[in-house]
């Protein structure tokens, strides 16, 4: 049944991710881990009155800072030791609002990334709108599921290119005008994100502006 099913839909073989991408993983995961830690450290010290206490949250803070340095700097040299990797990185740290850890994120977390189309870009990554239906009831659309890692990169350098990348910022300021919450237009911004990122990849070409990806805003 398996058979007949692939011959039906002529499925296609996707690339196995590089062995770089791979080890990427691990320091990725340690990041995670430390991000979550500074936050949980940084809540506690808004609430914390005992000396000691205060005292022991601002050394572990210190102790997160450092090895989160640490972890950027092993995920730099790992990119930077594969040229084929590095020159993603490049042209993903071309968009304003990618930074380089960003970019490592998003080659380990979606390899596929530069052979993805407009749809399944923001598919994979859990960007595509789902409907809420039954029967003639209709909810509100949200989204969810994909790759988690990667949609939180992208919120986070969705926030930034909102600042400094005036093709995205045109996105969320259009459809802010329309009425959309904020929670939308950025949704919308990470979409084009991706969509922006994994054609450039594919055609192996630096960010330039004025660059419209065709994602539905």
């Known amino acids: 049944m398996l ?6 839909i002529q499925t296609r073989l996707d690339e196995p991710p590089s062995a770089t991408q791979r080890d990427l993983d691990e320091p990725q995961t ?5 991000a979550k830690s500074r936050i949980a450290v940084l809540n506690r010290r808004h609430i914390a009155r005992h000396p000691l206490v205060k005292h022991q949250l601002r050394y572990r803070l210190t102790q997160i800072d450092n090895q989160l340095k640490a972890i950027d700097a092993a995920i730099r040299k790992l990119v930077k030791a594969d040229e084929a990797l590095a020159r993603k990185a490049a042209v993903l740290t071309s968009i304003p609002g990618v930074a380089a850890i960003t970019a490592a994120g998003l080659l380990a977390g979606m390899p596929e990334l530069g052979r993805l189309d407009a749809k399944t870009a923001p598919s994979l990554a859990g960007l595509a709108p ?32 909102v600042q400094h990348n005036p093709d995205l910022a045109g996105v969320c300021s259009r459809l802010r005008e329309r009425g959309k919450p904020g929670k939308v237009a950025l949704t919308a911004v990470m979409r084009k994100l991706i969509v922006l990122a994994s054609t450039l990849l ?3 070409r630096e960010w330039t502006p004025a660059f419209s990806p065709s994602a539905g805003t």
Do not use: H, T
């Not at 340690?30 to 430390?34: E, G, I, P």
């Not at 789902?130 to 949200?142: I, L």
């Open 130 to 161: 789902v409907a809420r239906e039954s029967g003639q009831w209709n909810g509100r659309r949200f989204i969810g599921g994909g790759r988690g890692r990667v949609r939180k990169l992208l919120y986070m350098a969705a926030l930034s290119a």
């Open 30 to 34: 340690a990041r995670d881990a430390l």
């Open 3 to 8: 058979a007949a099913m692939g011959a039906a």
């Open 202 to 204: 594919k055609e192996d």
